[in-house]
């Protein structure tokens, strides 16, 4: 029997997606030695109530579900998939722990990605936080959804949100195009952006996977059917 890699996922349990994207990724022909262990992150606040209290109820679940994962023999990593919680994460955590926010970084860094068409479903100040994280010189374009529940989020049509980048990507200022949440389905549109762009494309779920696999998003984004 071949080496199994594993991997452990702290996901809300509001997110509906990112286990169905672990599992498409999952298909792909570099991934079948690889297995992700899912930890669900339970929370009494729902977001569209009060957002803060939602984050922090997410992140005091993070090290006891982590403490979890960790007895699952010869697991390698595990990634935190909520990019907006990742904001309440503490200083030490945020830096020892895979999460969205860092992962993009890290992908933006490598890649030299400085003015991406930016695409989320969150209100103006949830975004302009997250951005300030990024290692942006210019921020061209962002376009906020301003749809953070799950009911709202599953309701979004992938024709949709292709139409938004069509209609927002600029080819003379934007460098790429990034869609920011776990919980916002793309996985599915990733090599047709990345075919009308002729950019790089990166999702938060894209992200973690290469941050935690140490893999290149376009690798990923090449063995997509």
Do not use: W
Request: net charge neutral.
């Amino acid at each position: 029997m071949s080496h199994v890699e594993r991997f452990g996922a702290l996901v809300p349990s509001s997110n509906t997606t990112v286990e169905d994207e672990l599992a498409q990724y999952l298909r792909l022909p570099s991934s079948e030695s690889v297995r992700f262990h899912i930890g669900r992150l339970d929370y009494n606040t729902r977001i569209s109530v009060s957002y803060q209290d939602y984050c922090q109820e997410i992140c005091a679940k993070v090290v006891p579900a982590m403490t979890t994962l960790e007895k699952v023999k010869d697991i390698r990593s595990i990634g935190f998939f909520c990019t907006t919680c990742s904001l309440y994460l503490s200083d030490p955590l945020f830096s020892s722990i895979d999460n969205p926010i860092s992962a993009i970084a890290k992908t933006c860094f490598a890649s030299g990605i400085v003015s991406p068409l930016v695409i989320t479903p969150y209100t103006d100040e949830i975004t302009s936080r997250i951005l300030s994280k990024l290692p942006f010189h210019s921020i061209v374009s962002s376009v906020n959804i301003n749809k953070l529940t799950a009911s709202e989020l599953g309701g979004m049509n992938l024709d949709t949100l292709l139409e938004i980048t069509k209609n927002n990507f600029d080819h003379t200022k934007h460098d790429s195009t990034i869609i920011l949440c776990t919980n916002l389905p793309s996985l599915h549109l990733a090599k047709v952006i990345r075919y009308f762009t002729s950019k790089p494309f990166i999702s938060s779920n894209l992200a973690m996977i290469s941050a935690m696999q140490n893999i290149a998003i376009d690798r990923i984004i090449e063995q997509m059917p």
